[in-house]
Protein backbone atom coordinates (compact mmCIF):
# COMPACT_ATOMS: atom_id res chain seq x y z
CA UNK A 1 0.00 0.00 0.00
CA UNK A 2 3.13 2.32 -0.60
CA UNK A 3 2.41 4.71 -3.56
CA UNK A 4 5.90 6.30 -3.82
CA UNK A 5 5.01 8.72 -6.41
CA UNK A 6 5.30 11.99 -4.23
CA UNK A 7 6.16 11.27 -0.96
CA UNK A 8 6.00 14.32 1.52
CA UNK A 9 8.26 14.56 4.24
CA UNK A 10 7.32 16.98 7.42
CA UNK A 11 9.64 19.66 8.62
CA UNK A 12 8.43 21.78 11.67
CA UNK A 13 9.70 24.57 11.36
CA UNK A 14 9.50 24.88 7.78
CA UNK A 15 5.82 24.54 7.90
CA UNK A 16 5.63 27.16 11.06
CA UNK A 17 3.68 29.47 11.29
CA UNK A 18 1.40 26.72 10.23
CA UNK A 19 1.23 23.70 11.64
CA UNK A 20 2.00 20.62 10.42
CA UNK A 21 -0.58 18.73 9.91
CA UNK A 22 -2.30 21.45 8.35
CA UNK A 23 -0.22 21.84 5.57
CA UNK A 24 -0.17 17.79 5.21
CA UNK A 25 -4.09 17.86 4.77
CA UNK A 26 -3.48 21.05 1.76
CA UNK A 27 -0.80 18.63 0.73
CA UNK A 28 -2.87 15.33 0.69
CA UNK A 29 -5.33 17.51 -1.57
CA UNK A 30 -2.86 18.51 -4.11
CA UNK A 31 -1.71 15.09 -4.54
CA UNK A 32 0.76 13.95 -2.28
CA UNK A 33 0.73 10.33 -2.05
CA UNK A 34 2.61 9.41 0.90
CA UNK A 35 3.80 10.78 3.81
CA UNK A 36 6.55 10.43 6.62
CA UNK A 37 6.31 12.60 9.79
CA UNK A 38 9.77 13.72 10.63
CA UNK A 39 10.99 15.72 13.49
CA UNK A 40 14.29 15.42 15.41
CA UNK A 41 14.21 18.08 17.58
CA UNK A 42 10.42 16.88 19.10
CA UNK A 43 10.70 14.75 22.25
CA UNK A 44 9.19 11.66 21.76
CA UNK A 45 5.72 13.29 23.52
CA UNK A 46 5.52 15.82 21.04
CA UNK A 47 6.34 13.22 18.35
CA UNK A 48 3.62 11.06 19.52
CA UNK A 49 1.29 13.94 19.43
CA UNK A 50 2.66 15.21 16.27
CA UNK A 51 2.50 11.71 14.32
CA UNK A 52 -1.27 11.13 16.40
CA UNK A 53 -2.59 14.70 14.54
CA UNK A 54 -1.07 13.50 10.78
CA UNK A 55 -2.44 10.33 11.58
CA UNK A 56 -6.05 11.66 11.68
CA UNK A 57 -5.82 14.30 8.75
CA UNK A 58 -4.61 10.99 6.80
CA UNK A 59 -8.12 8.93 8.18
CA UNK A 60 -9.93 9.70 5.13
CA UNK A 61 -7.76 8.46 2.76
CA UNK A 62 -6.14 5.53 3.68
CA UNK A 63 -4.02 4.75 0.92
CA UNK A 64 -1.21 7.76 1.74
CA UNK A 65 0.98 5.74 3.80
CA UNK A 66 2.03 7.07 7.00
CA UNK A 67 5.49 6.77 7.54
CA UNK A 68 7.59 7.88 11.04
CA UNK A 69 10.53 8.61 10.91
CA UNK A 70 13.18 7.07 13.39
CA UNK A 71 11.10 6.68 16.08
CA UNK A 72 10.30 2.95 16.03
CA UNK A 73 8.29 3.10 19.43
CA UNK A 74 6.04 5.86 18.15
CA UNK A 75 5.37 3.88 14.73
CA UNK A 76 4.26 0.69 16.61
CA UNK A 77 2.47 2.97 19.55
CA UNK A 78 -0.04 4.78 16.56
CA UNK A 79 -0.15 1.75 14.33
CA UNK A 80 1.23 3.98 11.67
CA UNK A 81 1.78 2.41 8.51
CA UNK A 82 5.53 1.95 8.66
CA UNK A 83 9.31 3.52 9.29
CA UNK A 84 11.92 5.35 7.82
CA UNK A 85 15.23 5.08 9.01
CA UNK A 86 18.49 7.00 8.27
CA UNK A 87 22.28 5.90 8.86
CA UNK A 88 22.55 7.49 12.21
CA UNK A 89 18.79 5.54 13.23
CA UNK A 90 18.47 2.11 14.36
CA UNK A 91 19.85 -0.32 12.10
CA UNK A 92 17.42 -2.01 8.86
CA UNK A 93 17.29 -5.51 10.44
CA UNK A 94 16.66 -4.72 14.05
CA UNK A 95 13.79 -2.42 12.87
CA UNK A 96 12.11 -5.21 10.69
CA UNK A 97 12.33 -7.33 13.82
CA UNK A 98 10.31 -5.04 16.12
CA UNK A 99 8.13 -3.93 13.38
CA UNK A 100 7.16 -7.36 12.05
CA UNK A 101 6.76 -8.39 8.36
CA UNK A 102 3.67 -6.47 7.59
CA UNK A 103 4.68 -2.78 8.11
CA UNK A 104 6.47 -0.71 5.43
CA UNK A 105 10.84 0.11 6.16
CA UNK A 106 12.52 2.25 3.93
CA UNK A 107 16.28 3.09 4.66
CA UNK A 108 18.41 6.10 3.22
CA UNK A 109 21.57 5.68 1.22
CA UNK A 110 23.58 8.48 -0.08
CA UNK A 111 26.76 6.75 -2.31
CA UNK A 112 27.21 3.47 -4.04
CA UNK A 113 28.98 2.41 -0.58
CA UNK A 114 25.36 2.44 1.87
CA UNK A 115 23.60 1.37 -0.58
CA UNK A 116 25.60 -1.73 -1.19
CA UNK A 117 25.58 -2.40 2.46
CA UNK A 118 21.48 -2.21 1.94
CA UNK A 119 21.18 -4.45 -0.36
CA UNK A 120 23.18 -7.05 1.32
CA UNK A 121 20.40 -6.94 3.81
CA UNK A 122 18.47 -9.93 4.16
CA UNK A 123 15.55 -10.57 2.09
CA UNK A 124 12.23 -9.09 3.13
CA UNK A 125 13.95 -6.53 5.49
CA UNK A 126 13.46 -3.31 3.17
CA UNK A 127 10.34 -2.07 1.41
CA UNK A 128 11.83 1.37 0.08
CA UNK A 129 15.40 2.77 -0.42
CA UNK A 130 15.47 6.83 -0.59
CA UNK A 131 18.66 8.04 -2.10
CA UNK A 132 20.40 11.65 -2.11
CA UNK A 133 20.53 14.22 -1.91
CA UNK A 134 19.74 14.60 -5.35
CA UNK A 135 21.57 18.45 -4.70
CA UNK A 136 22.68 20.39 -2.00
CA UNK A 137 19.86 21.32 0.49
CA UNK A 138 19.49 23.63 3.67
CA UNK A 139 17.19 21.46 4.66
CA UNK A 140 19.58 18.63 6.21
CA UNK A 141 22.81 20.20 6.16
CA UNK A 142 24.49 16.90 7.65
CA UNK A 143 23.15 14.79 4.42
CA UNK A 144 26.50 13.51 2.39
CA UNK A 145 27.97 15.17 -1.38
CA UNK A 146 25.24 15.48 -4.22
CA UNK A 147 24.18 12.75 -6.38
CA UNK A 148 23.37 14.96 -9.31
CA UNK A 149 20.88 12.88 -11.93
CA UNK A 150 23.51 11.20 -12.91
CA UNK A 151 24.36 9.47 -9.13
CA UNK A 152 20.44 9.23 -8.81
CA UNK A 153 20.47 7.35 -12.07
CA UNK A 154 22.87 4.88 -11.01
CA UNK A 155 21.56 4.47 -7.89
CA UNK A 156 18.30 4.07 -8.78
CA UNK A 157 18.98 1.86 -11.63
CA UNK A 158 20.64 -0.95 -8.63
CA UNK A 159 17.65 -0.57 -6.19
CA UNK A 160 15.47 -1.23 -9.10
CA UNK A 161 17.35 -4.17 -10.38
CA UNK A 162 17.20 -5.47 -6.03
CA UNK A 163 13.23 -5.78 -6.72
CA UNK A 164 12.77 -2.55 -4.21
CA UNK A 165 10.90 0.96 -4.42
CA UNK A 166 13.12 3.50 -4.67
CA UNK A 167 13.01 7.54 -4.42
CA UNK A 168 14.91 10.35 -4.15
CA UNK A 169 14.90 13.27 -1.96
CA UNK A 170 17.02 16.28 -1.39
CA UNK A 171 16.95 19.90 -3.26
CA UNK A 172 14.11 18.31 -5.53
CA UNK A 173 11.52 21.22 -6.80
CA UNK A 174 9.09 21.94 -9.55
CA UNK A 175 11.82 22.92 -11.32
CA UNK A 176 13.91 19.33 -10.96
CA UNK A 177 10.89 16.69 -10.10
CA UNK A 178 10.71 15.92 -14.09
CA UNK A 179 14.21 15.53 -14.57
CA UNK A 180 15.07 13.22 -11.26
CA UNK A 181 11.63 11.18 -12.24
CA UNK A 182 13.16 10.58 -15.65
CA UNK A 183 16.63 9.45 -14.20
CA UNK A 184 14.84 6.14 -12.99
CA UNK A 185 13.37 6.41 -9.28
CA UNK A 186 9.98 5.35 -8.47
CA UNK A 187 8.62 8.63 -6.49
CA UNK A 188 10.01 11.81 -5.33
CA UNK A 189 10.26 13.02 -1.48
CA UNK A 190 10.24 15.98 -0.69
CA UNK A 191 10.23 18.72 2.31
CA UNK A 192 10.81 22.29 1.42
CA UNK A 193 9.14 22.44 -1.81
CA UNK A 194 5.62 21.86 0.18
CA UNK A 195 6.85 22.18 3.43
CA UNK A 196 7.75 25.98 2.84
CA UNK A 197 5.75 26.57 0.24
CA UNK A 198 2.95 29.61 0.40
CA UNK A 199 0.34 27.27 -0.62
CA UNK A 200 1.11 23.94 0.25
CA UNK A 201 -1.76 22.27 -2.32
CA UNK A 202 -0.68 23.95 -5.08
CA UNK A 203 2.62 22.89 -4.93
CA UNK A 204 1.80 19.35 -4.77
CA UNK A 205 -0.35 19.83 -7.44
CA UNK A 206 2.62 21.00 -9.72
CA UNK A 207 5.05 18.60 -8.03
CA UNK A 208 2.77 16.13 -9.21
CA UNK A 209 2.82 16.85 -12.62
CA UNK A 210 6.20 17.05 -12.98
CA UNK A 211 6.78 13.95 -11.47
CA UNK A 212 3.94 12.32 -14.05
CA UNK A 213 6.03 14.42 -17.26
CA UNK A 214 9.18 12.88 -15.84
CA UNK A 215 7.35 9.06 -16.35
CA UNK A 216 6.31 9.99 -19.27
CA UNK A 217 9.62 10.44 -20.35
CA UNK A 218 11.11 6.91 -19.24
CA UNK A 219 10.51 4.56 -22.10
CA UNK A 220 8.61 1.50 -20.46
CA UNK A 221 7.10 2.79 -17.31
CA UNK B 1 14.84 -7.97 39.79
CA UNK B 2 14.91 -4.52 40.54
CA UNK B 3 17.30 -3.21 43.80
CA UNK B 4 17.04 0.38 43.41
CA UNK B 5 19.64 0.96 46.33
CA UNK B 6 21.95 2.64 43.92
CA UNK B 7 20.97 3.81 41.00
CA UNK B 8 23.70 4.94 39.01
CA UNK B 9 22.13 7.20 35.61
CA UNK B 10 24.78 7.19 32.89
CA UNK B 11 25.84 10.45 31.17
CA UNK B 12 28.24 10.47 28.25
CA UNK B 13 29.87 13.99 28.82
CA UNK B 14 30.45 13.75 32.29
CA UNK B 15 31.84 10.14 32.41
CA UNK B 16 34.66 11.55 29.43
CA UNK B 17 37.60 11.14 28.68
CA UNK B 18 36.56 7.84 30.15
CA UNK B 19 33.83 5.43 28.31
CA UNK B 20 30.98 4.93 29.65
CA UNK B 21 31.03 1.44 30.22
CA UNK B 22 33.96 1.71 31.67
CA UNK B 23 32.65 3.39 34.39
CA UNK B 24 30.15 1.86 34.96
CA UNK B 25 31.86 -1.29 35.18
CA UNK B 26 33.69 0.40 37.78
CA UNK B 27 30.18 2.06 39.81
CA UNK B 28 29.23 -1.99 40.12
CA UNK B 29 32.37 -2.98 41.35
CA UNK B 30 31.81 -0.23 44.20
CA UNK B 31 28.26 -1.21 44.80
CA UNK B 32 25.98 0.15 42.22
CA UNK B 33 22.59 -2.12 41.93
CA UNK B 34 20.93 -0.88 39.07
CA UNK B 35 22.30 1.08 35.81
CA UNK B 36 19.94 3.27 33.26
CA UNK B 37 21.64 4.04 30.14
CA UNK B 38 20.59 8.09 29.18
CA UNK B 39 21.88 9.70 26.61
CA UNK B 40 19.87 12.28 25.28
CA UNK B 41 22.15 13.57 22.69
CA UNK B 42 22.82 10.42 21.00
CA UNK B 43 21.62 9.14 17.64
CA UNK B 44 19.23 5.95 18.34
CA UNK B 45 22.17 4.55 16.70
CA UNK B 46 24.50 5.36 18.91
CA UNK B 47 22.57 4.81 21.83
CA UNK B 48 21.63 1.22 20.81
CA UNK B 49 25.87 0.71 20.54
CA UNK B 50 25.99 2.23 24.08
CA UNK B 51 23.40 0.23 25.61
CA UNK B 52 24.62 -3.15 24.03
CA UNK B 53 28.20 -2.12 25.50
CA UNK B 54 26.72 -1.64 29.15
CA UNK B 55 25.08 -4.60 29.15
CA UNK B 56 27.95 -6.31 28.21
CA UNK B 57 29.63 -5.22 31.16
CA UNK B 58 26.80 -6.27 33.48
CA UNK B 59 26.48 -9.51 31.70
CA UNK B 60 28.50 -11.76 34.87
CA UNK B 61 25.79 -9.65 37.49
CA UNK B 62 22.51 -10.65 36.34
CA UNK B 63 21.23 -8.89 39.91
CA UNK B 64 21.97 -5.89 38.21
CA UNK B 65 19.15 -4.38 36.45
CA UNK B 66 19.81 -2.23 32.74
CA UNK B 67 17.02 0.35 32.32
CA UNK B 68 17.15 2.25 29.15
CA UNK B 69 15.98 5.70 29.24
CA UNK B 70 13.15 6.90 26.78
CA UNK B 71 14.40 5.13 23.81
CA UNK B 72 12.05 1.93 24.16
CA UNK B 73 12.91 0.70 20.79
CA UNK B 74 16.51 0.56 22.14
CA UNK B 75 14.64 -1.49 25.05
CA UNK B 76 12.95 -3.81 22.98
CA UNK B 77 15.91 -4.72 20.50
CA UNK B 78 18.59 -5.03 23.65
CA UNK B 79 15.98 -7.10 25.45
CA UNK B 80 16.81 -4.58 28.87
CA UNK B 81 15.16 -5.38 31.86
CA UNK B 82 13.13 -1.67 31.74
CA UNK B 83 12.56 1.65 30.63
CA UNK B 84 12.81 5.10 32.75
CA UNK B 85 10.70 7.82 30.75
CA UNK B 86 10.27 11.41 32.37
CA UNK B 87 7.08 14.04 31.58
CA UNK B 88 8.36 14.31 28.26
CA UNK B 89 8.94 10.91 26.76
CA UNK B 90 6.27 8.61 25.86
CA UNK B 91 3.64 8.43 28.32
CA UNK B 92 3.69 5.30 30.87
CA UNK B 93 1.13 3.72 29.53
CA UNK B 94 1.49 3.19 26.06
CA UNK B 95 5.06 2.53 27.17
CA UNK B 96 3.57 -0.02 29.17
CA UNK B 97 1.48 -1.37 25.98
CA UNK B 98 4.87 -1.57 23.76
CA UNK B 99 7.03 -3.43 26.72
CA UNK B 100 4.45 -5.63 28.00
CA UNK B 101 4.07 -6.86 31.54
CA UNK B 102 7.15 -8.18 32.78
CA UNK B 103 9.91 -5.11 31.89
CA UNK B 104 9.89 -2.72 34.68
CA UNK B 105 9.01 0.43 33.98
CA UNK B 106 10.02 4.05 35.92
CA UNK B 107 8.63 7.70 35.38
CA UNK B 108 9.54 10.78 37.11
CA UNK B 109 7.81 13.35 38.83
CA UNK B 110 9.43 16.82 39.93
CA UNK B 111 5.89 17.60 41.94
CA UNK B 112 2.53 16.50 43.88
CA UNK B 113 1.22 16.92 40.54
CA UNK B 114 2.73 15.11 38.22
CA UNK B 115 2.69 12.23 41.11
CA UNK B 116 -0.60 12.38 41.29
CA UNK B 117 -0.92 11.89 37.64
CA UNK B 118 1.43 9.29 37.92
CA UNK B 119 -0.25 7.51 40.52
CA UNK B 120 -3.66 7.58 39.43
CA UNK B 121 -2.52 4.79 36.30
CA UNK B 122 -3.82 1.79 36.17
CA UNK B 123 -2.11 -0.67 38.48
CA UNK B 124 1.14 -2.32 36.78
CA UNK B 125 2.07 0.46 34.72
CA UNK B 126 4.40 1.25 37.11
CA UNK B 127 6.99 -0.33 38.73
CA UNK B 128 9.22 2.71 40.04
CA UNK B 129 9.07 6.26 40.33
CA UNK B 130 11.49 8.92 40.33
CA UNK B 131 11.26 11.93 42.44
CA UNK B 132 13.41 14.86 41.93
CA UNK B 133 15.18 16.79 41.93
CA UNK B 134 16.40 16.72 45.63
CA UNK B 135 18.30 20.38 44.84
CA UNK B 136 19.55 21.93 41.97
CA UNK B 137 21.94 20.24 39.29
CA UNK B 138 23.81 21.40 36.59
CA UNK B 139 23.19 17.58 35.30
CA UNK B 140 19.84 18.83 34.39
CA UNK B 141 19.00 22.57 33.92
CA UNK B 142 16.18 22.13 33.05
CA UNK B 143 14.45 19.96 36.16
CA UNK B 144 11.85 21.29 38.03
CA UNK B 145 11.95 23.29 41.22
CA UNK B 146 14.15 21.49 44.03
CA UNK B 147 12.08 19.33 46.16
CA UNK B 148 14.30 19.76 49.35
CA UNK B 149 14.36 16.84 52.34
CA UNK B 150 11.03 18.03 53.32
CA UNK B 151 9.67 17.31 49.37
CA UNK B 152 11.41 13.98 49.32
CA UNK B 153 9.52 12.82 52.37
CA UNK B 154 6.32 13.78 51.46
CA UNK B 155 6.35 12.74 47.93
CA UNK B 156 8.20 9.29 49.10
CA UNK B 157 5.96 8.50 51.33
CA UNK B 158 2.72 8.69 48.61
CA UNK B 159 4.19 6.85 46.54
CA UNK B 160 5.52 3.99 49.27
CA UNK B 161 1.83 4.59 50.19
CA UNK B 162 0.56 3.17 46.48
CA UNK B 163 2.87 -0.13 46.70
CA UNK B 164 5.54 1.68 44.26
CA UNK B 165 9.17 1.37 44.56
CA UNK B 166 10.77 5.44 44.96
CA UNK B 167 13.97 6.46 44.07
CA UNK B 168 14.99 10.52 44.76
CA UNK B 169 17.60 11.77 41.71
CA UNK B 170 18.89 15.26 41.09
CA UNK B 171 22.03 16.56 43.34
CA UNK B 172 22.30 13.41 45.58
CA UNK B 173 26.11 12.90 46.43
CA UNK B 174 27.88 11.29 50.28
CA UNK B 175 27.11 14.24 51.86
CA UNK B 176 23.30 14.02 51.35
CA UNK B 177 22.91 10.33 50.79
CA UNK B 178 22.23 9.29 53.73
CA UNK B 179 19.88 12.14 54.68
CA UNK B 180 17.58 11.33 51.08
CA UNK B 181 17.36 8.08 51.92
CA UNK B 182 16.24 8.59 55.54
CA UNK B 183 13.68 10.63 53.97
CA UNK B 184 11.80 7.63 52.98
CA UNK B 185 13.19 6.38 49.82
CA UNK B 186 14.19 2.97 48.85
CA UNK B 187 16.89 4.64 47.09
CA UNK B 188 19.02 7.27 45.52
CA UNK B 189 20.08 8.24 42.40
CA UNK B 190 23.39 9.36 40.96
CA UNK B 191 24.24 11.05 37.91
CA UNK B 192 27.69 13.14 38.20
CA UNK B 193 28.66 12.02 41.81
CA UNK B 194 29.73 8.84 39.89
CA UNK B 195 30.12 9.50 36.10
CA UNK B 196 32.22 12.81 37.16
CA UNK B 197 34.09 11.20 39.89
CA UNK B 198 37.78 10.82 39.93
CA UNK B 199 37.36 6.75 41.37
CA UNK B 200 33.74 5.90 40.11
CA UNK B 201 34.15 2.55 42.19
CA UNK B 202 35.21 4.55 45.50
CA UNK B 203 32.36 6.94 45.09
CA UNK B 204 29.71 4.13 44.61
CA UNK B 205 31.55 2.46 47.73
CA UNK B 206 31.00 5.67 50.24
CA UNK B 207 27.53 6.59 48.11
CA UNK B 208 26.78 2.46 49.06
CA UNK B 209 27.50 3.09 52.60
CA UNK B 210 25.95 6.48 52.90
CA UNK B 211 22.75 4.77 51.76
CA UNK B 212 22.71 2.11 54.50
CA UNK B 213 23.36 4.71 57.42
CA UNK B 214 20.61 6.52 55.97
CA UNK B 215 18.33 3.45 55.72
CA UNK B 216 19.50 2.12 59.92
CA UNK B 217 18.19 5.80 60.75
CA UNK B 218 14.34 4.94 59.41
CA UNK B 219 12.81 3.00 62.49
CA UNK B 220 11.58 -0.52 60.98
CA UNK B 221 13.39 -0.57 57.81
Not at 175 to 193: L, P
Amino acid sequence: VLDPTLYLVTDTALSAPRRVPEVVAAAVAGGVTCVQVRDKSASRRELLALTRAVQAVLAPTPHVALIVNDAVDVALITGADGVHVGQDDLPPAEVRALIGPDRLLGFSVSDPEELAVALALPAGTLDLVGIGPVRGTPTKPDAGRPLGLGGVRELAAAVRAAGLTTVAIGGIDTGNAADVVAAGVDGVCVVSAICAAADPAAAARELRQAVERGRTAVPGR
